[in-house]
């Protein structure tokens, strides 16, 4: 194995995957991270019935396996958030979110050592261009936060990189002609863009300043479209816009609670559990009441988060497809057609293309100059956002990007510049 040249990696750390990459003089390379695969999902799973933690597919396996534990994912989305400086019981123990994502960062940098078999003190971080929308102070605190987390997992020197900015850089590895590319990189917590001129000649420049024309993002990204997947078609099967005894709506807030990848938690408490229960009495519609009532009970609402989230991937190949979920009821199977996504999804598909037109403003540039559109993240091929986007640019080509690796890719080539001689 070639080893890499500098004390230095990058790390996409990310709301649904994980990667690292390191430059060997010639170009960046991911490193495997699980059973020889780049990426390493964004999840701890905390075994209670063996003491012990799990990352990545393994976690996500041990919880499948029905093992009593927490399933911990979609960590990136406390960034920034009110919930950042709290925690959660695991155990009966206090874990701080800093721990946590301590603890997922913490084994990137081990696994990525491993492989590249040497140690790494310097790192470039991807964020996404915004963490917060529209809150200054919160971004830049979550950014802060984030360096100060790694700081505690042993790096020395960290800086950052926004996320399609590296995407860029990626892509730039290989072009053969010069052009005007709007980058595009739909994660799972933000859609972020990157205007940038790119060239075979620029490529090995450290001061790129003069070729990024701008950056734009929007906190929307594939666990908001899981979400509202999610409550369109699952969540009215426990009960969502049900009507109790008197006429009066069934309380959401579960609803959104369980439907939300990092704040399924919250629903597991005893006082939610204590509230559920006292409802029991005004309940009309007693069938979807029980659903709710099982799936909370025996905290299986991660089973549904994964079901939907396979859903809406096979959506985006086929018209239709069928998601068992027997947290729900045994045997109990639901279709959910394509139609489903696309109109559950619109507002936030919406936003989205709002916030690529306001970079391609904030850079003064039309959309007719734009010469190719460079997709990468792994929420980026849902056909009714491709269409937009198409659609907002039309004389554009599009290339795809490795939807997993290309910012890992691009932060190892950043930190070649940044940490080189």
């Not at 830049?140 to 700081?151: K, P």
């Not at 010069?178 to 994660?187: F, P, S, T």
């Not at 001129?197 to 990024?212: F, T």
């Not at 009970?297 to 079901?307: F, G, S, V, W």
Request: with cysteine.
């Amino acid at each position: 194995m070639t080893r890499s040249l500098l004390p230095a990696c990058g790390i996409d750390f990310g709301t649904s995957n994980s990667t690292a990459a390191i430059h060997d003089g010639e170009r960046a390379r991911l490193l495997p991270l699980e059973d020889g695969k780049a990426t390493l999902p964004s999840a701890i799973f905390f075994n209670l019935d063996e003491d012990s933690h799990s990352f990545g597919r393994a976690a996500l396996g041990e919880y499948l396996e029905g093992y009593e534990g927490r399933l911990m994912r979609s960590m990136k989305s406390l960034l920034g958030s009110s919930l950042m400086d709290s925690g959660t019981e695991v155990a009966g123990r206090y874990l701080s979110f800093r721990e946590l994502l301590g603890r997922f960062i913490g084994e990137v940098k081990s696994r990525a050592e491993q492989q590249a078999q040497q140690s790494f003190s310097q790192v470039v971080l991807g964020r996404p261009v915004r963490f917060v929308d529209d809150d200054d102070a919160a971004d830049a605190q979550a950014e802060r936060t984030l360096g100060e987390i790694a700081v505690t997992c042993g790096f020395r020197d960290i800086s950052f990189q926004f996320e399609p900015l590296a995407a860029a850089h990626d892509y730039e590895q290989d072009i053969a002609r010069e052009e005007l590319v709007l980058v595009i990189d739909i994660g799972g917590g933000t859609s972020d863009f990157s205007l940038v001129r790119l060239s075979p000649e620029r490529r090995g420049k450290a001061d790129r300043s003069s070729d990024l024309l701008a950056h734009g993002g929007v906190h929307i990204g594939g666990t908001d479209f899981d979400r509202q997947l999610s409550l369109a078609a699952v969540m009215p099967e426990m009960g969502l816009g049900a009507q109790l005894k008197d006429g009066k709506p069934f309380p959401s807030s579960v609803f959104f609670q369980l439907a939300t990848w990092h704040t399924i938690h919250l629903a597991y408490t005893r006082k939610s559990w204590s509230d559920l229960q006292g409802m029991a009495r005004d309940i009309a519609d007693v069938r979807r009441y029980d659903r709710l009532a099982r799936v909370v009970q025996q905290q299986r609402a991660h089973e549904i988060a994964i079901a939907v989230e396979g859903a809406k991937i096979a959506l985006s190949e086929h018209a239709s497809t069928h998601v068992e979920l027997d947290a729900l009821e045994d045997n109990f199977t639901l279709e959910i057609a394509r139609d489903t996504l696309d109109i559950a999804v619109a507002a936030e598909i919406e936003r989205v293309c709002a916030a690529a037109h306001a970079t391609l403003k904030l850079g003064g540039v039309q959309p007719d100059r734009i010469d190719t559109l460079f997709f990468t993240g792994g929420a980026s091929a849902m056909p009714a956002l491709r269409r937009a986007l198409a659609a907002a640019f039309p004389l554009a080509r599009t290339v795809e990007g490795d939807a997993y690796g290309s910012v890992g890719s691009g932060l190892a080539v950043t930190a070649r510049q940044r940490y080189g001689n």
